[in-house]
């Protein structure tokens, strides 16, 4: 169950020591693992972490390196394992250095949104490979993490004879003398870089951000059709193909990039996919870094939250969700003179299209992601999990959790690939059956993620481990209603 977390704004005081006073809080919460935003040295006083340039200092805003190691000491002592979010498809636009000593750090050879990519394949790029492989392992051996999610790989370029990304998991885990658990970003969709050997240990990286999972409980529960939410609208085949084998797009054309995108992916077992609800992108890409309760009903929530946070797949949380919070997860960033002003015109004008923000008095209303006061509105306000509405999200995450840690994780622990078959009754109704051949268990889930009625779905039993919403009338279920049930296989 991981839990993820920007260390400037997780508390307060912005630091790696202020977050070890909410480490208890956390392991009660039910969370094992915390996934940390970027923490490289970037420029200026505040950053998501993605614009990192000196790959190997942890920024000192946060602290000092020691500090970072004490943090990761004490979530291990909680028993709380710690991966790190790492980005090695690009550098930061300011203070970045590199390129006047060591040129070949960059090739014009490929091209990524941020310009020339980092030179993984072109003229003397082993010295560039070997920099950023070793800085993998640094992370890992020098500060005793237990991971690392490797940001954005579909704009890693690399036509080499051996990938970057092959060659950083292989060199990884030959040095490793500890479980080491590897997490892509990848908007290719590539299964086969989550592949595994014959005892079920991943042969290179371990699971992988499932968006697809996110844009089909998006969309259910918000009815959002814009961009990319637009290839996931009214498509229960893609809510149940999600729920029961990792991507929705499995080569199929997807109508937004205009090309086939993702490759065959029932084979991989379900702990190959990390789940969410909400993220740090999917929040603060939004123009005012909306959370969900804020574009959709409770109702709604409660459903999509039920059913991601009890999936066999890995869940993650992103802080705050577990109360509900109000506060926006904005963009923010602190650059001097005229890149400033060009992020600030920039972050405006990339939402010229949308019919919203037509009005160039609409997007003055955006906010400046160089403002102190955006940075600040991100920050999480903690009295605010102590007030009615919000304890009682937080005081529903908690049961919820527990029925995870005590009926689905004994379970899950045995599934393989081709665990799960789904059927679709109707716009947002969906039955997916997980099949546990070690000792003939099924988990069922029944869930109507619409705002109608639907008919069809399974009979209520003795083994329902948790219902959301309105209770089911026979195989008839009300809108935003969960189900999820845990019962013996008729092997009849």
């Not at 409980?217 to 918000?222: E, Y």
């Not at 199929?252 to 992108?281: K, T, W, Y």
């Not at 109702?299 to 992103?318: G, I, K, N, T």
């Not at 619409?450 to 008919?455: A, C, L, M, R, V």
Request: glycine share 8%; with cysteine; aromatic share 10%.
């Amino acid at each position: 169950m991981l839990y993820e977390l920007h260390v400037g704004t997780f508390t307060t005081e912005g630091t790696f020591l202020a977050a070890i006073e909410k480490l208890d809080y956390l392991v009660d919460l039910g969370i094992t693992g915390i996934e940390i935003m970027p923490v490289a040295d970037f420029a200026g006083r505040r950053n998501w972490g993605y614009d990192g340039v000196l790959l190997y200092a942890p920024d000192s805003t946060y602290g000092l390196p020691d500090d970072f190691k004490r943090l990761i000491e004490a979530a291990h002592l909680r028993g709380l394992m710690v991966i790190l979010d790492v980005v090695y498809n690009h550098f930061g636009p300011d203070g970045n250095f590199l390129p006047k000593y060591a040129p070949q750090i960059f090739t014009d050879h490929h091209k990524t949104p941020w310009g020339d990519a980092v030179n993984y394949d072109s003229e003397q790029s082993e010295v560039v490979r070997e920099f950023i492989i070793h800085n993998a392992l640094y992370w890992i051996e020098e500060f005793n993490l237990d991971g690392l999610r490797l940001d954005a790989v579909h704009a890693i370029k690399d036509d080499g004879p051996k990938h970057l990304l092959d060659e950083l998991a292989e060199r990884v885990r030959e040095s490793a003398t500890r479980p080491v658990h590897l997490i892509l970003e990848n908007e290719s969709n590539q299964a086969s870089r989550l592949t595994r050997n014959e005892i079920g240990e991943p042969k290179t990286y371990t699971a992988q951000w499932n968006d697809d999972m996110h844009h089909v409980l998006h969309t259910a529960a918000t009815l959002e059709t814009k961009g990319y939410y637009g290839d996931y609208k009214d498509d229960a085949e893609k809510l149940g193909r999600a729920l029961a084998q990792g991507f929705a797009f499995q080569g199929e054309v997807m109508e937004c990039i205009g090309s086939e995108r993702g490759e065959p992916s029932a084979f991989l077992p379900p702990s190959a996919f990390v789940a969410f609800m909400q993220n740090h992108d999917q929040i603060g890409n939004r123009a005012f870094g909306e959370r969900i309760n804020a574009i959709a009903s409770p109702e709604a929530v409660h459903a999509v939250a039920a059913v991601y946070l009890l999936l066999p797949q890995v869940p993650m949380l992103f802080m705050g969700e577990e109360w509900g919070s109000s506060q926006p997860f904005p963009f923010f960033c602190d650059f001097e003179g005229e890149l400033g002003d060009l992020v600030r015109k920039g972050r405006r004008e990339e939402f010229a299209s949308f019919p919203e923000f037509q009005d160039p008095e609409q997007r003055e209303r955006i906010p400046d992601p160089q403002a102190e006061e955006t940075f600040l509105a991100g920050k999480l306000d903690w009295a605010q999990a102590k007030e009615e509405v919000h304890a009682e999200w937080l005081a529903w995450y908690r049961r919820i959790l527990r029925v995870r840690r005590k009926e689905i994780i004994p379970f899950a622990s045995h599934l393989g690939g081709h665990a799960a078959a789904y059927e679709v009754l109707a716009t947002g109704a969906v039955v997916v059956r997980f099949s546990n051949t070690e000792d003939d268990m099924q988990l069922v889930l029944a869930a109507n993620l619409s705002d109608t009625s639907n008919e069809g779905f399974p009979e209520p039993g003795e083994s329902s481990v948790w219902q959301e919403g309105p209770e089911p009338e026979g195989r008839r279920m009300r809108p935003w209603s969960v189900r999820w049930s845990l019962l013996q296989q008729d092997k009849r």
